[in-house]
């Protein structure tokens, strides 16, 4: 068995862990805290490029700004989402008024926009808010879609 990379979503070193270790709750080897919170996980440009390069995770991204009203809606049901992907799936949350750079990289057009990341490459995005339940069936019908 493979161990999979998975980045802390604290100190953001990268871990090893054994796919049947996910479910374990396993914490970080260098500061020790979970790897997964049960949260999304506030990301800057530098930590977004760790997460999307070293992590083998998927990575599920709510680009996002603090004045923005469905950003706002949206975000309790981003929340609940995580306790039905996690440990499968990293989500995270990037404040495009902080990251501009990145959301103009990415070519982030309106918020919030939901991106899928798998391999290190987008693999599939969703414009405008979404309720909990939406939020994970795009996720798993993406990600099946990628592992077809």
């Known amino acids: ?28 080897g260098s500061c020790h805290q979970p790897l997964f919170t049960g949260h999304p996980v506030a990301l800057t440009e530098a930590e977004f490029a760790r997460h999307v390069q070293r992590s083998q995770l998927p990575l599920l991204v709510d680009f996002w700004a603090p004045w923005c009203g469905p950003c706002r809606m949206m975000a309790p049901a981003f929340e609940q989402a995580v306790q039905q992907l996690e440990p499968n799936v990293r989500l995270v949350k990037v404040n495009t008024d902080e990251a501009q750079a990145l959301g103009a990289q990415l070519g982030i057009r309106s918020i919030p926009t939901l ?4 391999g290190g490459q987008e693999v599939a995005r969703q414009a ?21």
Not at 1 to 28: E, F, K, Y
Not at 129 to 141: C, L, P, S
């Open 1 to 28: 068995m493979n161990p999979l990379h998975i980045v802390c979503p604290h100190c953001h070193t990268t871990n090893r862990v054994q796919s049947a270790d996910l479910s374990r709750g396993p914490d970080c």
């Open 115 to 118: 991106a899928l990341f798998a």
């Open 128 to 148: 405008g808010a979404m309720g909990a339940g939406d939020i994970v069936r795009w996720t798993q019908a993406q990600l099946g879609r990628v592992r077809a």
